[in-house]
């Protein structure tokens, strides 16, 4: 039976641009930064309140992961803003919102009353989207 | 620096004096800040902008400048910099306040925080792939294998 998720992983450009973005800007704690050998860097950030959940920012290089074909079509996908990795929730939306803001995040919708809650969506560093919620 | 939003919803101008005032805290608290500079920069009265704060982040003023001074202080100690160098370096004026804050939110004497970071760091360096999950350490390992 399975009975929790302990990883989840994130594409992005840059680890260390990612880094500043996931720490400085979101706020999120770093759970392990290590260098693995040959460039290859293990960061798992976590948010604040859920220490439990390790999202690994994930670079997108030829290797382990990928082929050289498929890192450049990846690395294309996620800067044309193709994938939604997931839902972030907050206690307050609007304060949420006016603080990502003025550090410069881009949102893509303002936050908003829909029939399931309060909505906004909003882009990491690399492209990628995600939704910002909070519960009603 | 600072971009201001150009959404408009109930309260607007409230959310962005009380995140102004939040951000100068997260700006500022290795200074020499008091309640007085943040409710100024709030541009509210002392009480009105506690009760305000608290509404929104669930912490007084007051108890989110020392959270956020504890936490630097955690970043700074995890890059090996001396306890006494943080202490001030994040705002206290007091080592003996500054270490007895620190063990009351993490649980840990911030020499104690030190050497128990100095050793996972020690340990990661040594077992690298100890600290990865199973499936990647293993991948990891069959791709080292390949160049040999």
């Not at chain 1, 999120?28 to 976590?46: C, I, N, S, Y």
């Not at chain 1, 603080?99 to 029939?115: M, N, Q, R, V, Y």
Request: charged share 25%.
């Amino acid at each position: 039976m399975i009975t929790r998720m302990s990883h989840v992983s994130i594409y992005v450009l840059n680890q260390d641009s990612a880094f500043d973005f996931y720490v400085n800007k979101l706020g999120f704690k770093v759970h392990t930064d290590a260098a693995m050998g040959e460039g290859m860097r293990w960061l798992t950030v976590t948010p604040p309140e859920q220490p439990e959940l390790e999202i690994t920012l994930m670079s997108i290089t030829e290797g382990m992961m990928f082929t050289k074909e498929s890192a450049a079509t990846m690395k294309e996908l996620v800067k044309k803003g193709t994938f939604g990795f997931g839902v972030f929730e907050c206690k307050d939306i609007f304060a949420t919102y006016e603080e990502l803001k003025a550090k410069g995040i881009e949102f893509t919708k303002e936050p908003k009353k829909e029939f399931y809650g309060v909505e906004a969506l909003f882009k990491d560093d690399s492209g990628n989207w995600f939704s910002l919620g909070q519960k009603q | 620096m600072y971009i201001l939003s150009t959404a408009n919803y109930p309260k607007v101008n409230l959310y962005r004096r009380i995140v102004k005032a939040k951000l100068f805290i997260d700006n500022n608290y290795s200074k020499n800040i008091d309640l007085d500079n943040i409710a100024d920069e709030a541009s509210f009265s002392k009480f009105h902008f506690i009760r305000q704060f608290k509404k929104i982040y669930e912490k007084t003023p007051h108890k989110y400048l020392t959270v956020v001074r504890i936490e630097k202080a955690m970043q700074l100690l995890r890059t090996n910099i001396p306890v006494s160098e943080v202490c001030y370096e994040v705002g206290f004026e007091s080592l003996g306040s500054f270490s007895g804050l620190f063990k009351r939110i993490t649980g840990f004497a911030p020499s104690a925080y030190l050497l128990r970071q100095q050793h996972i760091k020690a340990q990661i360096l040594k077992t690298p792939l100890n600290f990865i999950p199973g499936c990647f350490a293993e991948k990891k390992r069959l791709e080292e294998k390949k160049q040999y």
